[in-house]
Structures are given as structure tokens and as C-alpha cells.
């Protein structure tokens, strides 16, 4: 419990410093999601940007999804491609602060809180996707808080077994 109040507070807020790293900047730079960003129509841009990110989500479990956002917030990509331009996604997602910090060229996190698609705990991570020097898309992985957990916060619970005696002087 002492390990996972302190790391819940610290994901209240959206943050340049993320507690853990999953390289979503270097994916924020191939030259696959940026075209893909450039290219929103193209499904031979974007199926294999799904691919991918379906490949990532199989391969890490604590992946709950992996999405590539425009700016105005319509998912154009995502490991479940089925959740592609649904416009309910769109109307939440702008509004997220970690999505806002985004698109003015921080990364962000944000959570833990609730998911409407899912309704499980998890954590979002916003990275701007930038081309000469224009923030072009927000690429934004979420994280599976009980994988999370499971993951990086049991291996560091310390189990252990005593006994203990209570002597009252009456």
C-alpha cells in the first residue's frame, strides 16, 4: 500500500517524467506513424501502422491499446482497428489533459482512471508526433493498470511472516 499510493498521485498529473519507459517517443519518430498522420485516407499507410500495433499490444501485455491520433482527435490508428474513427473516442480524448499537453509538444500521462471502452483501471501516455518541428498527431499507448501492477509493483512487495506478541499489564 505504501508504494501504491505515492505512484497513483504521481500519475494524477500529466508529467514530462513517466515512471517507466516504453519508447513510445522513438515510435512517435519512425517514419511509419508520420506517414500515416500525413496519409489518414491511405489504407496503404495505415494497416500496417494496426499491424504494428497490434504486434506491440500481443507482445506487452501490459498494453491495454496503442492509438495514433490527428489533432482535432480523430483516432486514425490503432492495435484495435475496429475503435478507428469512432467519434465518441474523439469527443473524450480531446478533452484529456494528457491529449492537450500533446498537441503543445509535452509528453504526458494521465491516470489512473476509468476506461469508457473497456471500464477497466488504466493509465494513458501522450507523445506528440512531430514533423519539422509542428506537432502533427498525438500517438497514445495505454496501460493496463492491473498488468501494470502486476508487472512492476508485486515484484517489489517484500512478503513477510512473524509473529507478534501483545503483553497488557493488567
Known amino acids: 500500500a505504501n508504494l501504491v499510493l505515492p505512484l497513483a498521485q ?3 498529473e500529466p ?4 515512471p517507466f519507459s516504453i519508447n513510445d517517443e522513438v515510435w512517435a519518430r519512425t517514419p511509419m506513424v508520420r506517414n500515416a498522420l500525413l496519409n489518414p485516407d491511405s489504407h496503404e499507410m495505415i494497416d500496417p501502422v494496426n499491424r504494428t500495433f497490434a504486434d506491440i499490444v500481443r507482445s506487452d501485455p501490459i498494453f491495454q491499446t ?3 491520433y490527428n489533432t482535432r482527435a480523430v483516432m486514425i490508428a490503432s492495435s484495435t482497428p475496429e475503435r478507428v ?3 465518441i473516442a474523439q469527443a473524450v480524448v480531446r478533452k484529456r489533459t494528457d491529449f492537450i499537453a500533446a498537441l503543445a509538444g509535452k509528453p504526458a500521462i494521465k491516470g489512473p ?3 469508457r471502452s473497456s471500464a477497466q483501471p488504466i493509465i494513458s501516455l501522450s507523445v506528440p508526433v ?4 509542428r506537432v502533427i498527431g498525438v500517438l497514445r ?3 493496463d493498470i492491473a498488468n501494470f501492477n502486476e508487472t512492476f509493483l508485486k515484484p517489489l512487495m517484500k512478503r513477510q511472516e512473524g509473529k507478534i ?3 497488557a499489564p493488567d
Open 113 to 115: 482512471f476509468i476506461a
Open 130 to 133: 512531430v514533423l519539422e518541428e
Open 165 to 167: 506478541f501483545v503483553f
Open 85 to 87: 474513427h469512432v467519434p
Open 66 to 68: 496503442f492509438n495514433l
Open 10 to 12: 504521481k500519475l494524477s
Open 15 to 18: 508529467t514530462e517524467d513517466p
Open 141 to 143: 499507448p495505454v496501460v
